[in-house]
Nanobody
Framework: VQLQASGGGMVQAGGSLRLSCAASGDTFSKYVRGWFRQAPGKEREFVAVIFRNSDRTYYANSVKGRFTISRDNAKNMVYLQMDSLKPEDTAVYYC???????????????????WGQGTLVTVSS
């Protein structure tokens, strides 16, 4: 099972980026898919999650209304559309996947079994 994140880059405050995460090695329609981020010197933190049939999505309060998570199960892809970016969004963004994570644990990064390599997002003021 492999995850590969892409789409990071440098953008000015107020701009947009779209992250992608490609999955391989299994049928990822049965996995919960999420995004986390880690800024220098900080803990990895939850950003967003999407459940198997895209019927439920959850966001960190800090990104709610600005970020949108989506998935394409036919392509084993998950996306994170990031709009109205702020300098405090600067971090390495990681995609994650897990079959068994439950609603009460979706924000806990240790609950996810599979991780991509991370993609750097830098937002300048």
């Amino acid at each position: 099972v492999q995850l590969q994140a892409s789409g990071g880059g440098m953008v000015q405050a107020g701009g947009s980026l779209r992250l992608s995460c490609a999955a391989s090695g299994d049928t990822f329609s049965k996995y919960v898919r999420g995004w986390f981020r880690q800024a220098p010197g900080k803990e990895r933190e939850f950003v967003a999650v999407i459940f198997r049939n895209s019927d439920r999505t959850y966001y960190a309060n800090s990104v709610k209304g600005r970020f949108t998570i989506s998935r394409d199960n036919a392509k084993n892809m998950v996306y994170l559309q990031m709009d109205s970016l702020k300098p405090e969004d600067t971090a390495v963004y990681y995609c994650a996947a897990d079959q068994g994570v439950i609603l009460s644990s979706i924000t806990i990064w240790r609950q996810y079994d599979y991780w991509g390599q991370g993609t750097l997002v830098t937002v300048s003021s």
